[in-house]
């Protein structure tokens, strides 16, 4: 009874909460950097002279753009270089960023190599080891993970970005 008579009004403050904080849909959005999945399928010396300060030379890439509105486009892009570059090798899947309003020979660079795959058999590994080593509590600590995601994604963000105030949205 003690529990009811406390959680209850806790719950129906937080619903009240969400009521009066959730966005209108009416906001102006935040432009989400352009991304698109490409394959490496050339790497050459670029034009410009080599680095001075470490006597590297500059690289360049061709890459074959996999996905968004520039699909099955080649394009050159700058690799990066330097003592905590990335190595990359022709055949890598990519993960490039594109700014819309360049031109194309200038609208894309190569952001990092592509771990969708290798991230998500990382996430499937750990949930089944949860669930061998918890049973039942792993599973509901898993649904629990799940929910607060989604409650992130559905009203904290959004309602940040509507401009309500982050203190109110952090308590609810």
């Keep these: 009874r003690t529990i009811v008579v406390i959680l209850l009004p806790l719950i129906l403050a937080t619903i009240v909460g969400m009521v009066l904080l959730w966005p209108d849909g009416d906001r102006s959005r935040i432009e989400a950097a352009q991304r698109a999945d490409a394959t490496i399928l050339d790497i050459q010396d670029c034009p410009a002279p080599a680095d001075a300060e470490s006597g590297e030379a500059c690289l360049e890439a061709t890459v074959r753009i996999d996905s968004g ?96 105030p982050p203190l109110a949205v952090a308590v609810v």
């Design 69 to 164: 509105p520039d699909q099955g486009i080649d394009v050159v892009i700058p690799l990066p270089f330097g003592e905590a570059a990335p190595v990359f090798q022709v055949g890598d899947a990519v993960v490039i960023g594109a700014a819309a309003d360049q031109p194309i020979e200038s609208r894309y660079e190569l952001i990092d190599q592509q771990r969708a795959w290798p991230l998500l058999a990382l996430a499937v590994t750990f949930a089944l080891a949860v669930i061998a080593l918890s049973r039942w509590r792993g599973l509901l600590a898993l649904a629990s993970l799940a929910l607060s995601v989604v409650i992130l994604i559905v009203f904290v963000l959004p309602a940040l970005l509507d401009g309500q």
